[in-house]
């Protein structure tokens, strides 16, 4: 938190080049927006020139074939504008769309790549946020930031290059009060900066508490606690209204002070270029065309800040982005071997291993397990049964000692090529929404239907799946949950026997099925173990496969 505060307070224009090299992938697209931005600049500005000349040479001397030419001058000149300017508005957002189409993509790729270490400490929202929002306002800088702001600012230069052609003294007029504006600007954008990075707190604050209660709703109705969660939400949400409301002060000062500033101004042109006008040193068509430029002038401006807003957050958010894309978080994918028909003998040297560099939950751990052999491991709650699993298949990276898996270390394995040999029934199973056919398969569809069924009815999960509505094609939901755990840890059986592994690795998988079903997942299992190094985990109140006992350090 204390880190994510340090990086919004200054927004790094490296991240610009960057997110602008990323647009440049769209080269088309970007020359076009930025030709587009110069187009339009003079062709605002041209308008109340236009006005000007039609007053000055047509209105004032009766011309009134000429005023009919001007005025279709105007009308088409008019209409370009409207047109350039959806183009421009629909290029930027396609420009930005295409930018951040990309990155997601990008981010994701590289969130799954990630060791499981980054998802230990960080909380599933900020990766989501980083994916979603973050990357959101990065769209940003593109539609409402780089490109948007320099054609602002064309468009200011080239109203006032035709401001000081038409009436150089009324032009000086106008700027009068300039100062004025830029100050009353600046304080508002710091103010506004500040009270959005609140809202922005206040907002993750929110979407925390609300993932952490409706993923533990369960808990939270278990222990009647929706009157006490209920209070909690009503203080995080006033302090969110709160946090906007004062967003929404700033606004509703600075709106006012800049209709106030720009009345002035007008106030001024009006009582100096009605002298100048009455002297000759001004035509009436300037005096018609000026408030027209002010308007061109002071709308930009009034915009000034928002944008840069939107430019810094896009800049803080883009920097977190980058961050996940830049982080070296990964288990180092260094090794070479690939082979496919291992035999799978497994062996630990001296193994210690600890989640956090210090405290050691496998110390000096030994033993070796021949291919085809099974091997039991109980111990107590905690002992570490289940982290063997972890630093086997290289979820996390052993610190002292050496695994081998036919007498090669396995940080030498692709990982890919190490995890394909490596079949696990997790203790805690997870399921992912879609058919219990693509659960199965994990959405490798290339995988025979009929190895899904001959594994399903080996293990006995056939029957129940086949009572399910719709059998294979059933919708499983979210995490599982419209199944029973047992069910869940069935199909996880089925899922490990169908990629036929070489070592196969049982973490108290049977735990939550009926002793009834258990008793055919055990013919099941012993048929499946007689083939593959497997490893069985078990608690140590299991009464059926204990084994060796195993411990520890
Ligand atoms: N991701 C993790 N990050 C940090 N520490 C962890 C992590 N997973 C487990 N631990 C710690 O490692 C120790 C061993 O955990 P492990 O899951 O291996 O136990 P286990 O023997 O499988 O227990 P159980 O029988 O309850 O499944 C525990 O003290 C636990 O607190
Ligand atoms: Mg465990």
New binding site residues.
Partial sequence: MAEEQKVKEKPDFGILKRLIASGWKYKNLFIGCVILAIVLAPLGAILPYLVKDIVDNHILINDIPGLYKKSYIFIGVLLANVLLRYYFLYATSDLGQSVVKDMRNTVFAKLVSLR??YF?KTPIGTSTTRTISDIQAINEVFTQGVITIVADLLSIVAVLGVMFYTSWRLTIICLLVFPFLIIATRIFQEKVRISYNKVRTQLANMNAFLQERISGMRMVQIFNAEDRQAKKFREINHAYTGANLDSVFYYAVFFPVVELISALSLALLVWWGAGDYLNGKVSFGALVAFPLYLDLLFRPVRMAADKFNTLQMGLVAGARVYKIIDSDEIIPNTGQVKIDGLKGNIKFDKVGFA??DENF?INDLSFELKAGETMAIV??????????I?ILNRFYDIQKGNIFIDDIAIRDFEISALRKNIAIVL?DVFLFEGTVMENICLKDMSIDQNIVLKAAKDIGAHEFIEKMPGGYDFKITERGNNLSVGQRQLISFVRALVFDPHILIL??ATSSIDPESELVIQHAIEKLIAKRTSII?A?AYDHQTCGQNFSHG
Avoid: A, P
């Fill in positions: 499981l270490r230990d989640y956090d939950v111990g107590s709650t905690g002992s570490g049964k289940s982290t063997i972890n203790q973490d108290e985990i608690q």
